[in-house]
């Protein structure tokens, strides 16, 4: 599992990255941790929190690469 640490703009812009991958988009998994504590889940729910600034970090498994965005 990789690990990343990196600002609500970068992390963003790794979702982004991933919705653009259209066949590995609808594989991936993605779960977001809320600074309050409760778990979001999907790629467009995820982002939607990003951008509003409520995600600490989010997990992504897909069919290669397992990793986790702490957002700063």
């Not at 991958?21 to 600074?35: D, F, L, M, T, W």
């Not at 778990?39 to 690469?65: D, K, M, N, P, W």
Request: one cysteine or more.
């Amino acid at each position: 599992m990789n690990r990343y640490f990196t600002n609500t703009q970068g992390a963003i812009r790794r979702i982004i990255d991933l919705k653009r991958n259209g066949p590995e988009a609808s594989r991936a998994n993605v779960v977001g941790q809320q600074k309050d504590g409760t778990e979001v889940h999907g790629l467009e729910q995820v982002l939607l929190h990003l951008r509003i600034g409520r995600i600490a970090h989010f997990t992504c498994s897909g069919s290669y690469v397992q990793e986790i965005v702490f957002v700063s």
